[in-house]
């Protein structure tokens, strides 16, 4: 199967894409890994469009590991850092403020509790630390 018909198929949900708990029974996760819109979609638009202009100069760009575009042009081999000077106290640079909109997503908010923790359950947490003798 396609890996985007596969990606479709086995992880879209209402509000995104689930990851996968198990590969082989398809259990999804009530979570989205926050590299997957920025960094997975991206990289399969990138690799897999064939009618992407960056696919006609392949040898002239670079992917980062974030899924940025970067030319390869001798001006960034060769420049050296030497010529510039640290900032020793506050930078007189001007801080710039940018205002977002506000979210009019119809998404459930992920609950405070579950927010920032494992990406296993408590129960499964449970389980590996009474099996490693921690409980």
């Known amino acids: 199967m396609d890996i985007l018909q596969s990606l479709e198929k086995n992880t879209k949900v209402k509000c995104g894409y689930a990851t996968l708990h198990h590969v082989v029974d398809k259990s999804k996760e009530d979570r989205m890994e926050s590299f997957f819109l920025s960094e997975t979609c991206k990289y399969l638009y990138l690799l897999f469009d064939e009618d992407n202009p960056l696919h006609d100069s392949e040898s002239r760009y670079i992917f980062t590991t974030e899924g940025h575009v970067v030319p390869i042009e001798p001006r960034f081999r060769e420049h050296t850092w030497s010529h510039l000077q640290s ?12 205002h977002h909109p506000a979210n009019t997503s119809n998404c ?5 509790e579950r927010r ?3 990406p ?6 449970r389980q590996i630390d009474h099996m490693v003798g921690l409980s």
């Open 116 to 118: 920032f923790g494992l």
């Open 108 to 112: 459930d908010r992920i609950p405070e």
């Open 87 to 98: 900032c020793d106290g506050p930078c007189d640079e001007p801080h710039h403020h940018h």
């Open 120 to 125: 296993l359950k408590s129960v499964y947490m």
